[in-house]
């Protein structure tokens, strides 16, 4: 597993070793934010760069992350570009939400000289490739949707009223079911694909009627899928799934 520790002061990465539960490698990084996605062989680890507008590409060595390349996007801060979530299919395609704009390149050329980079109406938090790659979900944490974009025609193809502030994705294995944590909602919408609409909110506060500001910021499924974890920024509530 790999952990992106950002914010003030020192910034790293780490890989873990789950079973064991220990840190194996941690290595400084200079600035960065959300994103992290391993390559499908997982050989190599993309990390977002945050304000430095590029992405870092480590190779997995004997348990070490070692630096391989920079894919610079554009000049640092205070140009505004800011990777943040990123994902990439088999074919090393790499889908990267910023601030407020989509890539979708092959190549990971500058975003700024990108054609089919598409603009937002508000600031993203990250994407997630549906299984057959023919979809990005996107979390618009700025404008309360999920925006649907089609990776064949690069076009958008929907969107879906969520919660407030929606940040952190994840897809059910055969991609059925979408669910999204609503930071300033304490909750998670639950999506369906093929509908294309919210079929369900689940209630992740800390206690019953609790006011809004648990700030629910991840989501995970259990291995059998019965199990949705909300992360927020004290706990991890389970909510069982029917």
């Not at 430095?52 to 894919?71: F, T």
Request: aromatic share 8%; hydrophobic share 35%.
């Amino acid at each position: 597993m790999a952990v992106t520790n950002n914010g003030q002061s020192t910034q790293s990465l780490q890989l873990i070793d789950v079973k064991n539960e220990k840190v194996v490698n941690s290595v400084i990084i200079p600035v960065s934010w959300y994103g992290l996605k391993f390559s499908a062989d997982e050989k190599f680890l993309y990390a977002s760069g945050g304000n430095d507008n590029w992405i870092l590409k480590y190779a997995i060595q004997s348990g070490k992350l070692i630096l391989k390349d920079s894919i610079k996007l554009g000049e640092k801060w205070p140009t505004r570009i800011s990777p943040a979530g990123i994902d990439i299919d088999d074919a090393k395609t790499c889908c990267m939400w910023l601030r407020k704009k989509i890539t979708h390149s092959t190549l990971l050329t500058s975003v700024q000289k990108d054609p089919s980079a598409k603009s937002l109406k508000g600031e993203a938090y990250t994407c997630l490739l549906s299984p057959d790659k023919k979809y990005v979900y996107v979390s618009c944490w700025g404008c309360d949707k999920i925006y649907i974009y089609n990776t064949q025609v690069r076009e958008f193809s929907g969107e879906i009223a969520v919660g407030d502030n929606p940040n952190e994705i994840c897809l059910s294995k055969n991609g059925a079911y979408l669910y999204v944590a609503n930071a300033n909602d304490n909750s998670v919408a639950v999506i369906s694909t093929s509908q294309r609409k919210v079929i369900e909110v689940l209630n992740a506060a800390l206690y019953p009627n609790a006011p809004s500001g648990s700030t629910s910021n991840g989501v995970a499924l259990s291995e059998d899928e019965k199990l949705c974890m909300s992360q927020m920024q004290t706990t991890i509530a389970l909510l069982s799934l029917m």
